[in-house]
């Protein structure tokens, strides 16, 4: 690594904040470094981390050109932190844990590192026990800070926050809970156990509509159909080998191939749809007809040649399913061909940040269409979830609804009137 340069590097970006190890380009020189208060702990436990970083909205590999250097990072210039929660998983939802993920990591690896090196004898079980323990008490030391002197300002929009700014409608529903011995809610109807799902499904029905289930697999493989030509353009710079194992397969529980194919090392970022965005409009050629328009027939046409082509894509975004394809294939002749068209461009965009979240029902009648999220009693929106409702009232524009099913209470019970048709 290089010397600095005489630049005091006072206006530094930060490459991709999930990164434990940070590293800082400076908008004066260019040069990218390390914050010295990350030195001791990255060449201690991270080393493979000091070289280069990993670009976020690209994903490209970024050198490290004059290692650590001091007052780098906002803490050490006395500047407020900013935040970069991780995101909501099972195991991770609370604020703490998703806010201070890089805290809990350095403490806890820190304090794991130190017990060992104390305890060279220990027992696996004590070993596991010791760990269990630190993991506790550095998650409790944590919420203490927070409590007291907290890094961050966790404050996010609440889930009627977003309903309100996004003008969501919620129709509720009163059904009758059953007991079940697994997850997940179900209810009665017509005296038979079911889903909420099926439970919403069966009432828009019931009102003429049709309905089928959405969620995200079907716009995986809409998308890796009408969009494995432009991903896996063989003419594409950044485009190399990947290998992986046959999702099939793995569904299967089965030994499988080995499938090796083409994709750009920066799929799936904003970056990727910013820098293929020539490209990607030449590919969309491809849905209008010669007169200039774009319609169902034509995009089933595409859709059914592409099917086949499209194998080691929709593999690698486990799109995999014949029932998934199906599905896609069915959302071309339900959704007006402009519809589809914005949703490709919404999901080639920034593809990892939107393929999930999406609405669990779709339903239809004429020429109306409803995306329809069904939720049970206190279940609430999840991040993902949220993130779409915005996407969806700024970008896509498309009618939606959330279903609620409420558990009546003993007074509802009693009212005449308490059922919901």
Avoid at 203 to 225: D, I, N, Q, T, Y
Avoid at 376 to 405: C, T, Y
């Amino acid at each position: 690594m290089g010397q600095p340069k005489d630049c005091p590097h006072d206006d530094v970006v930060c490459v991709n904040q999930h990164e434990f190890i940070r590293k800082y380009r400076c908008i004066d020189c260019g040069e990218v470094m390390m914050c010295s208060c990350d030195e001791d702990f990255g060449r201690r436990f991270l080393s493979h981390q000091l070289i280069e970083g990993c670009e976020l909205e690209t994903q490209a590999r970024v050198p490290v050109t004059i290692g650590f250097q001091s007052n780098i990072c906002r803490g050490c210039r006395g500047l407020p932190l900013e935040p970069a929660p991780a995101a909501a998983i099972p195991g991770r939802t609370s604020k703490v844990k998703r806010f201070y993920w890089r805290e809990l990591f350095f403490w806890e690896k820190e304090a794991v590192a130190d017990w060992d090196a104390l305890h060279p004898d220990a027992t696996d079980q004590e070993i596991r026990t010791a760990h269990a323990r630190i993991e506790h008490e550095v998650l409790d030391a944590i919420k203490r800070q927070h409590a007291t002197a907290p890094l961050y300002d966790t404050t996010e929009p609440s889930q009627a926050d977003i309903l309100d700014r996004c003008q969501v409608a919620v129709e509720s529903f009163y059904p009758e809970y059953a007991a079940s011995p697994e997850k997940g809610a179900v209810v009665l109807l017509d005296g038979k156990t079911v889903s909420v799902e099926a439970f919403v499904a069966d009432h828009f029905e019931k009102a003429g509509w049709s309905v089928m289930e959405l969620e995200s697999r079907p716009l995986h493989a809409l998308f890796g159909v009408m969009m494995w030509m432009v991903i896996q353009d063989p003419s594409d710079p950044l485009n190399r080998m990947v290998s992986f194992g046959s999702r099939t397969a793995f569904e299967a529980r089965v030994s499988g191939e080995i499938i090796w194919t083409h994709l750009p090392e920066d799929f799936g970022t904003s970056g990727y749809g910013r820098r293929r965005k020539d490209a990607i409009e030449e590919h969309f050629d491809f849905f209008f007809r010669p007169d200039g328009e774009a319609d169902a027939a034509h995009m089933l046409w595409l859709f059914d040649y592409w099917r086949f082509h499209s194998e080691d894509l929709r593999q690698y975004l486990w799109a995999h399913r014949d029932a998934d394809i199906d599905r896609a294939r069915r959302l071309i002749e339900i959704l007006p061909a402009e519809t589809i068209l914005s949703i490709l461009r919404y999901l080639v965009e920034d593809y990892w940040g939107r393929f999930v979240g999406w609405p669990d029902l779709l339903a239809w009648r004429v020429d109306d269409r409803l995306l329809i999220e069904v939720k049970s009693s206190s279940d609430r929106l999840s991040g993902d979830q949220m993130r779409w409702i915005v996407d969806n009232f700024e970008i896509l524009h498309l009618p939606f609804l959330i279903a609620k099913l409420h558990r009546p209470s003993r007074q509802r019970k009693r009212s005449p009137d308490s059922d919901h048709s």
